[in-house]
């Protein structure tokens, strides 16, 4: 069955520093993958996303992600976190098969000032 | 432009009853999905609607029900609430790109307390 795994459910940084959020997909189909951040008391926002192309991808707030397909991986990265980063972050794999967005279960990161 | 209103944004409810969530998908936008969110997991599909007609369904039992009005809007109704049907549900709208690409954008959700 088709699955989004985010290995690390919670994350604890100070600020300024690096941050790298995994996440791992099974789907044998054309990808178009996603990050969607949850700040809290807010809906959920569009980071960035990936359907094809240049494997790393750029998105907002300086975040970025890579594809790598032969780990069926597309993590999540920032080089400099804030504070205003806390919150929830969810991995996606869209299936055209079946019109579905299928999600992780989400990282939570607490950056401390 | 105004993204995805959802309504109501609360809703306490009784087990047994029913309920219907109402959406309305950003302006130019044909689709529209439904996702529940339980706490401390990431949103599951519900369904998707596209040009009115149901294009996907997930693995969610007959009591909810969805339908597209000729404006796009949507409502998700669900019959005979239980307990774990408290959650918040998303609602998403989409247009699909010409490569089948396709990117949703969610409204700020519903969020129901059964008791």
């Known amino acids: 069955a088709q699955s989004v795994s985010q290995h690390n459910h919670h994350v604890i940084l100070s600020e300024a520093a690096s941050l790298e959020l995994g996440c791992n997909y099974s789907y044998g189909g054309t990808v178009n993958l996603f990050w969607y951040v949850q700040y809290p008391g807010q809906h959920l926002q569009l980071l960035l996303k990936?359907?094809?192309?240049?494997?790393l991808v750029k998105g907002i707030k300086g975040f970025e992600a890579e594809f790598i397909k032969s780990k069926f991986s597309f993590n999540l990265r920032k080089p400099s976190v804030q504070w205003s980063d806390t919150a929830e972050y969810f991995c996606a794999v869209w299936m055209d098969s079946s019109y579905k967005l299928i999600f992780g279960s989400g990282t939570r990161l607490l950056v401390r000032p | 432009d105004a993204g995805v209103t959802q309504s109501p944004t609360h809703l306490i409810k009784t087990r047994g009853q029913h309920v219907t969530l109402r959406c309305s998908p950003i302006?130019?936008?044909?689709?529209v999905s439904w996702y529940q969110q339980v706490l401390g997991q990431g949103p599951q599909f519900i369904f998707q609607y596209y040009e009115k007609e149901e294009r996907g369904r997930g693995n969610f039992p007959d009591r909810f029900s969805a339908r597209q009005f000729p404006n796009y809007s949507s409502e998700l109704n669900v019959n005979a609430l239980l307990l774990g049907d408290s959650a918040l549900y998303l609602c998403?709208?989409?247009?699909?790109?010409?490569?089948?690409?396709?990117?949703?954008?969610f409204g700020p959700g519903t969020r129901l307390l059964v008791l």
């Open positions: 990936y359907f094809s192309g240049d494997p």
């Open positions: 998403a709208s989409s247009q699909r790109q010409g490569t089948g690409q396709e990117t949703q954008y």
């Open positions: 302006s130019g936008h044909k689709s």
